[in-house]
């Protein structure tokens, strides 16, 4: 099984793939209805999901249209950034990593419920103990979310987030520590890929890169890893930058 200490390089930008800017794909894309926009950036609403999104991180007229969307001093999460133009300011970057579905049972689990707005409560409960990710009071809409209930109780979830073209990410996979150990993420990814392939696409989920159980996890049934991701915390400048010619 891989670790952290053996995933693959990252990937070189000379060819790239739809899942490089999985975001900005899916917010031009599938999610446009969600898309809050300025030119060259893009960002789902703030009680949806943290995401925002460039169309291309290495044009600095995308940097000042993101600044023009989100506002001056403002902290925003934004994928596959390594460096920040001159105003802008990283306060936290870290490592992810990228797996798709090669090989995936994916199959429904008939104890599972559709979770909807009126789960939400519950849900925030999970997640707060958890710690999946970001889940937001809307994150439901982004797709279907799946849960499965003892005594009443939600004990596990999972559902899907991005969807660029073609494909679905699977995420807020959790399970409450009283119960761990029952394979209930696992059952729950498997019917949520279920759904996914009955569209014709592909399912694909992000992990830390030092979360090495979920990791070995993932690949056990039928993930592998793709790439490595890297996401920042930027700090737009303090006031809106002179756009770029």
């Known amino acids: 099984m891989s670790t952290s200490s053996s995933l693959p390089p990252t990937q070189s930008p000379a060819e790239p793939h739809l899942l490089d800017n999985a975001v900005w794909a899916a917010l031009t894309g599938p999610h446009a ?30 940097w000042d249209d993101l600044a023009e969307l989100v506002g001056p001093d403002t ?3 934004v994928t596959g950034v390594r460096a920040v133009p001159d105003g802008w300011e990283i306060v ?9 579905d090669t090989g995936l049972r994916a199959e429904p689990a008939p104890e599972a419920v ?56 699977i995420s807020a996979v959790c399970t409450h520590p009283a119960h761990r150990g029952q394979g209930l993420a696992t059952r ?5 890929a ?14 830390l890169a030092g979360n090495t159980t979920a990791i070995r996890l993932y690949e056990s049934i039928g993930f592998t890893l793709r790439r490595r991701t ?5 700090r737009t400048p303090g006031r809106h930058p002179a756009p770029t010619p």
Do not use: S
Not at 145 to 167: C, D, F, Q, S, T
């Open 75 to 77: 902290v925003t999460p």
């Open 114 to 169: 559709r979770l909807g707005l009126d789960d939400i409560p519950e849900i925030l409960d999970l997640v707060a103990l958890t710690k999946p990710g970001p889940f937001l009071p809307r994150t439901v809409e982004l797709g279907v979310y799946l849960g499965i209930r003892h005594r009443g109780r939600l004990i596990a979830m999972a559902g899907e987030r991005v969807h660029p073209p073609g494909w679905t990410e």
């Open 33 to 62: 209805r969600f898309a809050e926009r300025v030119g060259r950036a893009a960002r789902y609403p703030l009680d949806v999901c943290p995401f925002t999104a460039l169309a291309d991180p290495a044009d600095p007229g995308a």
């Open 92 to 100: 936290e970057r870290g490592q992810g990593v990228q797996l798709v």
């Open 230 to 234: 890297n996401f920042v915390l930027v």
């Open 194 to 207: 279920a759904g996914i392939r009955e569209r014709g696409e592909i399912p694909f989920l992000h992990a």
């Open 188 to 192: 729950l990814v498997r019917a949520v």
